[in-house]
Protein backbone atom coordinates (compact mmCIF):
# COMPACT_ATOMS: atom_id res chain seq x y z
CA UNK A 1 0.00 0.00 0.00
CA UNK A 2 1.21 3.41 -0.77
CA UNK A 3 0.14 7.03 -1.10
CA UNK A 4 2.17 9.52 -3.00
CA UNK A 5 1.86 13.27 -3.85
CA UNK A 6 3.29 15.20 -6.57
CA UNK A 7 3.64 18.80 -8.07
CA UNK A 8 5.17 19.33 -11.42
CA UNK A 9 9.33 20.58 -11.05
CA UNK A 10 9.96 19.85 -7.84
CA UNK A 11 9.84 17.47 -5.77
CA UNK A 12 6.83 16.65 -4.96
CA UNK A 13 6.46 13.34 -3.05
CA UNK A 14 5.66 13.30 0.77
CA UNK A 15 7.64 11.26 2.74
CA UNK A 16 5.12 11.41 5.93
CA UNK A 17 1.70 12.15 5.68
CA UNK A 18 -1.26 12.89 8.22
CA UNK A 19 -3.97 11.15 7.23
CA UNK A 20 -6.16 12.99 9.11
CA UNK A 21 -5.90 16.49 7.42
CA UNK A 22 -8.66 17.91 5.39
CA UNK A 23 -6.55 19.69 2.93
CA UNK A 24 -3.71 18.49 0.82
CA UNK A 25 -0.46 20.87 0.82
CA UNK A 26 0.10 23.34 -1.92
CA UNK A 27 0.91 22.82 -5.25
CA UNK A 28 0.12 19.08 -5.71
CA UNK A 29 -1.14 18.06 -9.35
CA UNK A 30 -1.13 14.31 -9.26
CA UNK A 31 -1.90 11.81 -6.02
CA UNK A 32 -0.62 8.19 -6.87
CA UNK A 33 -2.40 5.67 -5.02
CA UNK A 34 -1.21 2.01 -5.37
CA UNK A 35 -3.13 -0.88 -3.65
CA UNK A 36 -4.43 1.51 -1.14
CA UNK A 37 -5.73 1.19 2.53
CA UNK A 38 -9.31 2.27 3.99
CA UNK A 39 -7.05 5.09 5.85
CA UNK A 40 -5.67 6.29 2.38
CA UNK A 41 -8.73 6.52 0.31
CA UNK A 42 -10.53 8.47 3.30
CA UNK A 43 -7.99 11.03 3.11
CA UNK A 44 -7.61 11.39 -0.31
CA UNK A 45 -11.60 11.34 -0.32
CA UNK A 46 -12.26 13.69 2.12
CA UNK A 47 -8.90 16.26 1.32
CA UNK A 48 -9.88 16.52 -2.35
CA UNK A 49 -13.76 15.92 -2.20
CA UNK A 50 -13.55 13.13 -4.80
CA UNK A 51 -15.15 9.42 -5.10
CA UNK A 52 -12.60 7.09 -6.02
CA UNK A 53 -12.90 3.89 -8.06
CA UNK A 54 -12.71 0.81 -6.37
CA UNK A 55 -10.99 -2.20 -8.36
CA UNK A 56 -14.16 -3.94 -9.27
CA UNK A 57 -15.18 -0.75 -10.78
CA UNK A 58 -12.21 -0.09 -12.50
CA UNK A 59 -12.13 -3.88 -13.77
CA UNK A 60 -15.55 -3.88 -15.94
CA UNK A 61 -15.05 -3.57 -19.68
CA UNK A 62 -18.17 -1.88 -20.69
CA UNK A 63 -17.06 1.65 -22.31
CA UNK A 64 -19.56 3.39 -20.38
CA UNK A 65 -18.34 2.16 -16.89
CA UNK A 66 -14.91 2.98 -18.04
CA UNK A 67 -15.25 5.99 -19.44
CA UNK A 68 -17.55 8.34 -17.30
CA UNK A 69 -18.05 12.77 -16.85
CA UNK A 70 -19.70 13.70 -13.75
CA UNK A 71 -19.58 17.55 -13.35
CA UNK A 72 -16.19 18.15 -14.85
CA UNK A 73 -14.82 15.28 -13.05
CA UNK A 74 -13.26 12.48 -15.69
CA UNK A 75 -12.93 9.04 -13.94
CA UNK A 76 -10.88 7.17 -16.45
CA UNK A 77 -10.20 3.23 -16.57
CA UNK A 78 -8.26 1.03 -18.93
CA UNK A 79 -6.10 -2.42 -17.78
CA UNK A 80 -2.46 -2.16 -17.75
CA UNK A 81 0.00 -4.81 -18.39
CA UNK A 82 2.73 -6.15 -15.75
CA UNK A 83 4.79 -9.21 -15.15
CA UNK A 84 4.18 -11.18 -12.78
CA UNK A 85 6.94 -13.68 -11.97
CA UNK A 86 7.77 -13.02 -15.48
CA UNK A 87 4.49 -13.99 -16.68
CA UNK A 88 2.54 -10.88 -18.21
CA UNK A 89 -0.38 -10.10 -16.13
CA UNK A 90 -3.31 -7.04 -16.96
CA UNK A 91 -4.24 -4.98 -14.17
CA UNK A 92 -6.74 -2.00 -13.93
CA UNK A 93 -5.93 1.11 -13.44
CA UNK A 94 -8.00 4.19 -12.84
CA UNK A 95 -7.68 7.65 -13.44
CA UNK A 96 -9.87 10.79 -11.69
CA UNK A 97 -8.98 14.28 -13.55
CA UNK A 98 -10.08 17.52 -12.75
CA UNK A 99 -8.95 21.22 -14.08
CA UNK A 100 -6.66 21.06 -11.27
CA UNK A 101 -6.04 17.60 -10.04
CA UNK A 102 -5.20 13.88 -11.09
CA UNK A 103 -5.62 11.04 -9.22
CA UNK A 104 -4.25 7.39 -10.37
CA UNK A 105 -5.46 4.20 -8.56
CA UNK A 106 -3.56 0.95 -9.29
CA UNK A 107 -2.95 -2.07 -7.35
CA UNK A 108 0.26 -3.30 -8.45
CA UNK A 109 3.47 -1.52 -9.24
CA UNK A 110 4.34 -0.27 -12.73
CA UNK A 111 7.42 0.60 -14.59
CA UNK A 112 6.22 3.21 -16.56
CA UNK A 113 5.36 5.00 -13.48
CA UNK A 114 8.75 4.86 -11.81
CA UNK A 115 9.62 6.34 -15.51
CA UNK A 116 7.78 9.01 -15.35
CA UNK A 117 7.92 10.40 -11.33
CA UNK A 118 11.68 10.85 -12.34
CA UNK A 119 10.68 12.96 -15.39
CA UNK A 120 7.71 15.10 -13.27
CA UNK A 121 10.63 16.69 -11.05
CA UNK A 122 12.44 17.83 -13.84
CA UNK A 123 11.75 21.51 -14.69
CA UNK A 124 9.91 21.98 -17.87
CA UNK A 125 9.75 18.20 -18.72
CA UNK A 126 5.97 18.03 -17.44
CA UNK A 127 3.20 20.88 -18.14
CA UNK A 128 2.33 22.34 -14.14
CA UNK A 129 -1.29 21.11 -14.59
CA UNK A 130 -2.82 18.17 -13.98
CA UNK A 131 -4.12 17.53 -17.66
CA UNK A 132 -0.45 18.03 -18.42
CA UNK A 133 0.81 15.33 -15.76
CA UNK A 134 -2.21 12.97 -17.15
CA UNK A 135 -1.27 13.23 -20.53
CA UNK A 136 2.96 12.80 -19.49
CA UNK A 137 1.83 9.55 -17.67
CA UNK A 138 -0.21 8.29 -20.60
CA UNK A 139 2.98 9.36 -22.49
CA UNK A 140 5.03 7.22 -20.11
CA UNK A 141 2.73 4.09 -20.83
CA UNK A 142 2.38 4.03 -23.78
CA UNK A 143 6.36 4.44 -24.63
CA UNK A 144 6.57 1.27 -22.54
CA UNK A 145 4.47 -1.11 -24.57
CA UNK A 146 6.41 0.55 -27.42
CA UNK A 147 9.30 -0.59 -26.26
CA UNK A 148 7.91 -3.96 -25.24
CA UNK A 149 6.64 -4.09 -28.33
CA UNK A 150 9.91 -3.44 -29.88
CA UNK A 151 11.60 -6.13 -27.96
CA UNK A 152 8.85 -8.92 -28.96
CA UNK A 153 9.00 -8.20 -32.17
CA UNK A 154 13.19 -8.86 -32.59
CA UNK A 155 12.26 -12.13 -30.36
CA UNK A 156 9.92 -13.22 -32.77
CA UNK A 157 12.49 -12.24 -35.45
CA UNK A 158 14.96 -14.19 -33.59
CA UNK A 159 12.38 -17.24 -33.78
CA UNK A 160 11.34 -16.98 -37.00
CA UNK A 161 15.09 -17.12 -38.27
CA UNK A 162 15.19 -20.52 -36.13
CA UNK A 163 12.57 -22.18 -37.45
CA UNK A 164 12.93 -21.67 -40.93
CA UNK A 165 17.18 -21.60 -41.54
CA UNK A 166 18.73 -25.31 -41.61
CA UNK A 167 21.72 -23.62 -39.78
CA UNK A 168 23.18 -25.87 -36.67
CA UNK A 169 23.69 -24.21 -33.33
CA UNK A 170 27.07 -24.66 -34.21
CA UNK A 171 26.95 -22.64 -37.30
CA UNK A 172 27.96 -25.37 -39.51
CA UNK A 173 25.90 -26.10 -42.73
CA UNK A 174 23.71 -29.47 -42.66
CA UNK A 175 24.66 -31.80 -45.41
CA UNK A 176 22.22 -32.04 -47.89
CA UNK A 177 19.18 -34.16 -48.09
CA UNK A 178 19.71 -34.00 -44.29
CA UNK A 179 17.03 -32.29 -41.35
CA UNK A 180 18.48 -30.81 -38.16
CA UNK A 181 16.15 -30.20 -36.18
CA UNK A 182 14.85 -31.39 -33.50
CA UNK A 183 11.08 -32.10 -32.62
CA UNK A 184 11.39 -31.39 -28.79
CA UNK A 185 13.25 -27.37 -30.05
CA UNK A 186 10.41 -26.82 -32.20
CA UNK A 187 7.98 -27.45 -29.23
CA UNK A 188 9.78 -24.77 -27.22
CA UNK A 189 10.01 -22.36 -30.54
CA UNK A 190 5.90 -23.12 -30.44
CA UNK A 191 5.96 -22.05 -26.27
CA UNK A 192 7.84 -18.72 -27.13
CA UNK A 193 5.41 -17.45 -29.82
CA UNK A 194 2.44 -18.76 -27.55
CA UNK A 195 3.82 -16.84 -24.88
CA UNK A 196 5.00 -13.59 -26.84
CA UNK A 197 1.34 -14.24 -28.27
CA UNK A 198 -0.36 -13.73 -24.72
CA UNK A 199 2.45 -11.06 -23.90
CA UNK A 200 1.06 -8.80 -27.47
CA UNK A 201 -2.74 -9.45 -26.84
CA UNK A 202 -2.70 -7.64 -23.28
CA UNK A 203 -0.52 -4.82 -24.67
CA UNK A 204 -3.32 -4.41 -27.56
CA UNK A 205 -5.81 -3.93 -24.73
CA UNK A 206 -4.07 -1.61 -23.09
CA UNK A 207 -3.28 0.12 -26.50
CA UNK A 208 -7.34 0.49 -27.08
CA UNK A 209 -7.86 1.67 -23.33
CA UNK A 210 -5.43 4.73 -24.22
CA UNK A 211 -6.89 4.99 -27.64
CA UNK A 212 -10.56 5.26 -26.17
CA UNK A 213 -9.37 7.91 -23.31
CA UNK A 214 -7.52 10.20 -25.23
CA UNK A 215 -10.10 11.27 -27.95
CA UNK A 216 -12.67 11.48 -24.83
CA UNK A 217 -10.61 13.39 -22.63
CA UNK A 218 -9.89 15.37 -25.58
CA UNK A 219 -13.87 16.26 -25.93
CA UNK A 220 -14.63 16.23 -21.69
CA UNK A 221 -11.69 18.52 -20.80
CA UNK A 222 -11.77 21.17 -23.41
CA UNK A 223 -13.43 23.89 -21.60
CA UNK A 224 -10.00 23.53 -18.85
CA UNK A 225 -7.55 21.95 -21.24
CA UNK A 226 -4.48 24.06 -21.23
CA UNK A 227 -3.74 24.88 -25.57
CA UNK A 228 -0.16 23.52 -24.79
CA UNK A 229 -1.10 20.14 -23.89
CA UNK A 230 -3.71 19.25 -26.93
CA UNK A 231 -1.18 19.12 -28.81
CA UNK A 232 0.58 16.63 -27.18
CA UNK A 233 -2.66 15.11 -26.56
CA UNK A 234 -2.68 14.57 -30.52
CA UNK A 235 0.49 13.37 -30.83
CA UNK A 236 -0.18 10.58 -28.31
CA UNK A 237 -3.33 9.82 -30.28
CA UNK A 238 -1.43 9.00 -33.27
CA UNK A 239 1.20 6.94 -31.24
CA UNK A 240 -1.33 4.93 -30.66
CA UNK A 241 -2.86 4.64 -34.22
CA UNK A 242 0.80 3.15 -35.25
CA UNK A 243 1.14 1.43 -32.39
CA UNK A 244 -2.09 -0.70 -32.72
CA UNK A 245 -0.94 -1.25 -36.44
CA UNK A 246 2.08 -2.74 -35.32
CA UNK A 247 0.64 -4.69 -32.89
CA UNK A 248 -1.69 -6.32 -35.67
CA UNK A 249 1.25 -6.94 -37.48
CA UNK A 250 2.64 -9.08 -34.56
CA UNK A 251 -0.43 -10.96 -34.37
CA UNK A 252 -0.14 -12.03 -37.82
CA UNK A 253 3.34 -12.78 -37.39
CA UNK A 254 2.65 -15.13 -34.55
CA UNK A 255 0.08 -16.80 -36.52
CA UNK A 256 1.85 -17.38 -39.05
CA UNK A 257 4.82 -18.81 -36.78
CA UNK A 258 2.48 -20.56 -34.94
CA UNK A 259 1.11 -22.75 -38.11
CA UNK A 260 4.42 -22.87 -39.72
CA UNK A 261 5.71 -24.23 -36.77
CA UNK A 262 3.18 -26.91 -35.95
CA UNK A 263 3.41 -27.79 -39.48
CA UNK A 264 7.04 -28.19 -39.37
CA UNK A 265 6.68 -30.49 -36.23
CA UNK A 266 4.00 -32.24 -38.31
CA UNK A 267 6.56 -32.98 -41.03
CA UNK A 268 9.08 -33.87 -38.40
CA UNK A 269 6.64 -36.91 -37.32
CA UNK A 270 5.71 -37.65 -40.69
CA UNK A 271 9.51 -38.50 -41.23
CA UNK A 272 9.93 -40.57 -38.31
CA UNK A 273 6.27 -42.76 -39.80
CA UNK A 274 8.32 -42.87 -43.35
CA UNK A 275 11.18 -44.17 -41.59
CA UNK A 276 8.73 -47.05 -39.60
CA UNK A 277 6.85 -47.89 -43.40
CA UNK A 278 9.92 -48.22 -44.84
CA UNK A 279 11.26 -50.67 -42.45
CA UNK A 280 8.17 -52.61 -42.43
CA UNK A 281 7.69 -52.82 -45.88
CA UNK A 282 11.19 -54.06 -46.54
CA UNK A 283 11.09 -56.89 -43.67
CA UNK A 284 7.66 -58.23 -45.80
CA UNK A 285 9.52 -59.71 -48.54
CA UNK A 286 12.15 -61.91 -46.34
CA UNK A 287 9.42 -63.13 -44.04
CA UNK A 288 7.50 -64.09 -47.39
CA UNK A 289 10.73 -66.20 -48.80
CA UNK A 290 11.71 -67.72 -45.22
CA UNK A 291 7.49 -68.75 -44.93
CA UNK A 292 7.82 -70.01 -48.13
CA UNK A 293 10.83 -72.10 -47.95
CA UNK A 294 9.73 -73.20 -43.88
CA UNK A 295 7.10 -75.31 -45.79
CA UNK A 296 8.16 -79.33 -45.98
CA UNK A 297 6.63 -80.48 -48.47
CA UNK A 298 7.38 -83.98 -49.79
CA UNK A 299 8.29 -82.79 -53.78
CA UNK A 300 9.91 -79.22 -52.87
CA UNK A 301 12.25 -80.08 -55.09
CA UNK A 302 14.88 -77.32 -53.34
CA UNK A 303 15.22 -79.64 -50.50
CA UNK A 304 16.98 -81.38 -52.13
CA UNK A 305 19.59 -78.91 -53.32
CA UNK A 306 22.81 -78.78 -51.62
CA UNK A 307 22.90 -75.16 -51.95
CA UNK A 308 19.30 -74.55 -51.08
CA UNK A 309 20.38 -72.89 -48.00
CA UNK A 310 22.72 -70.32 -49.36
CA UNK A 311 19.97 -69.71 -52.49
CA UNK A 312 17.52 -68.98 -49.70
CA UNK A 313 19.51 -66.66 -47.89
CA UNK A 314 20.38 -64.17 -50.85
CA UNK A 315 16.86 -64.95 -52.23
CA UNK A 316 15.95 -63.31 -48.44
CA UNK A 317 18.69 -60.58 -48.83
CA UNK A 318 18.00 -59.62 -52.38
CA UNK A 319 13.85 -58.88 -51.63
CA UNK A 320 14.91 -56.54 -48.72
CA UNK A 321 17.65 -54.58 -50.83
CA UNK A 322 16.18 -53.98 -53.98
CA UNK A 323 12.85 -52.21 -52.07
CA UNK A 324 15.53 -49.99 -50.38
CA UNK A 325 17.25 -49.27 -53.71
CA UNK A 326 13.77 -47.99 -55.13
CA UNK A 327 12.56 -45.88 -52.55
CA UNK A 328 16.25 -44.46 -52.31
CA UNK A 329 15.95 -44.13 -55.98
CA UNK A 330 12.45 -42.58 -55.37
CA UNK A 331 13.80 -39.90 -53.03
CA UNK A 332 11.51 -41.84 -50.26
CA UNK A 333 13.95 -41.48 -47.86
Not at 98 to 104: H, S
Not at 150 to 162: F, I, M
Not at 289 to 309: C, H, R, T
Request: charged share 20%; hydrophobic share 45%.
Amino acid sequence: MALALHSCGCEGTLGELDLSATALPNGIVWIDLVAPSPDEIAFVSRATGLKLPTEAELSEIETSSRLRSDQGVLTLSMPAVFRDHGRPTSTPLGFVLTADLLITVRFHDLPAFETFKSAIVAPGVVHDSSVGAFVGLLEALVDRMADVLEQVGGDLDAVSHHVFMADRADGAKPEKGTRVRLESDLRERMRAIGRAGDLISKIRDSLMGVGRIVPYTAGRAVDWMPEAVKPALETLRLDVVSLNDYDAYLSGKVQFLLDATLGLINIEQNNIIKVLTVASIVGIPPTLVASWYGMNFKDMPELGWSFGYPYAIVLALASAILPLIWFRLRGWF
